[in-house]
């Protein structure tokens, strides 16, 4: 049996990965989106009301979220978190540099948090378990 203290330091490392990793991967992403956009102010004035930094709060929650559900193996319910944070965006939805770019940010934060779930369950069963019979 793996000894509680290895699961919890596995988790934290696989964490701290995905979650923390996830925030320099979106931001590369949306900012290369910025440089072949047509509109750029029109787009940077869309994006910008809100609170400051809130759309990188939301993406670390949002990781952290999905991340723990694929662990869990409940993959049905991710789509949960997609509905929330549509919701909380559905008017500005209807602009389309807007829904693009949310659109865009969030896949590729979904992306990062399910692989990372995906491949931290792999693994655990090739590197962790092995040593603990």
Partial sequence: MVPLEVII????????????????????TLRILRMFQADKD???KNITKGLRGAGIFVGILERAIVLTLSLLNQFGAI???????SMARFKQ?????????????TLTSF??????GVLAQALYQVLIVPFFP
């Avoid at 330091?9 to 590369?28: A, E, K, P």
């Avoid at 789509?79 to 944070?85: I, P, Q, W």
């Fill in 93 to 105: 939805l209807e602009q389309r540099d807007f829904a693009e770019y949310y659109l865009i940010g």
């Fill in 111 to 116: 992306f990062i948090a399910l692989l990372g």
């Fill in 9 to 28: 330091l596995y988790l934290i490392g696989i964490y701290m990965i995905v979650v923390g990793g996830g925030v320099v991967f979106v931001s590369f």
């Fill in 42 to 44: 029109n787009m940077t």
């Fill in 79 to 85: 789509s949960f978190v997609f509905l929330a944070k």
